[in-house]
T-cell receptor, first 115, second 114 residues
C-alpha cells in the first residue's frame, strides 16, 4: 500500500530565509509525487509534480522539489520565503491501485512565516 | 471560469438529517473524486468515478452515496448525519483514471453536524 510521511507537523521560518519541507513515501513502483498547498479556508492548489525524468522539478511560486529514489524522498524547497507562503503543505503519492487512480496524502506541514 | 466548483461552501445541520453536496468541473476531465479532510487536516479519498462509473469506494459507510449524472458532475448525498461526519469535503477531478495525473481540487464544503 502506498503511504506518505511528513515528519514535521509545524515549521516556522523568518521571511527571506530558505525553506525545506520533508516528505518520504512508500510505493511499490515508480511513484507519481505531488506537493499541494492549502491556504486557510481554501482548497488545495498544486505546487509541482514529479512523474519521471529530471529529478529536480520546478513549480509555481518559486518552489522546487527533488526526487531521491534511494532515500524515498521528495522534499520541497524554496530559497527565500515570503510571508504569503504561510499555509499548510501536503505531499502526496499517486498511482493506479487496481481500482483506480488515487492520491494518498501525508498529514501535512503547517508553515508559519515570521516577519 | 472556475475549474472545480462545489456547493454549498458551508453546511450546518443537525444529527439525523440528510444533506447533499454538489460538485461540477468544467475541465473536460473523465475522473472525479470525493475526499474528506478531518479536524486534524488529514485528507483521505472516499470515492472516485470515471465517466460516471464508480471505481474507488474506500470503505465509506453506506450512509454516503455518491452519484454522477454525467462526467462533469459528482454529487455526494449523506443520510442520517452523525457528529463524526463533521469535516471539510473536497471534490477533485483529473484527466484520466490511470497514469497518476494530477488532481484539481474544488474549494471545499465545510460540513458541521450539531
Amino acid at each position: 500500500a502506498q503511504s506518505v510521511t511528513q515528519p514535521d507537523i509545524h515549521i516556522t521560518v523568518s521571511e527571506g530565509a530558505s525553506l525545506e519541507l520533508r516528505c518520504n513515501y512508500s510505493y511499490g513502483a515508480t511513484p507519481y509525487l505531488f506537493w499541494y498547498v492549502q491556504s486557510p479556508g481554501q482548497g488545495l492548489q498544486l505546487l509541482l509534480k514529479y512523474f519521471s525524468g529530471d529529478t529536480l522539478v520546478q513549480g509555481i511560486k518559486g518552489f522546487e522539489a527533488e526526487f531521491k529514489r534511494s532515500q524515498s524522498s521528495f522534499n520541497l524547497r524554496k530559497p527565500s520565503v515570503h510571508w504569503s507562503d504561510a499555509a499548510e503543505y501536503f505531499c502526496a503519492v499517486g498511482g493506479y491501485t487496481g481500482g483506480g487512480n488515487k492520491l494518498t496524502f501525508g498529514t501535512g506541514t503547517q508553515l508559519k512565516v515570521e516577519l | 471560469d472556475t475549474a472545480v466548483s462545489q456547493t454549498p461552501k458551508y453546511l450546518v445541520t443537525q444529527m439525523g438529517n440528510d444533506k447533499s453536496i454538489k460538485c461540477e468541473q468544467n475541465l473536460g476531465h473523465d475522473t472525479m473524486y470525493w475526499y474528506k479532510q478531518d479536524s486534524k487536516k488529514f485528507l483521505k479519498i472516499m470515492f472516485s468515478y470515471n465517466n460516471k462509473e464508480l471505481i474507488i469506494n474506500e470503505t465509506v459507510p453506506n450512509r454516503f452515496s455518491p452519484k454522477s449524472p454525467d462526467k462533469a458532475h459528482l454529487n455526494l448525498h449523506i443520510n442520517s448525519l452523525e457528529l463524526g461526519d463533521s469535516a471539510v469535503y473536497f471534490c477533485a477531478s483529473s484527466p484520466r483514471v490511470a497514469g497518476g495525473h494530477e488532481q484539481y481540487f474544488g474549494p471545499g464544503t465545510r460540513l458541521t453536524v450539531t
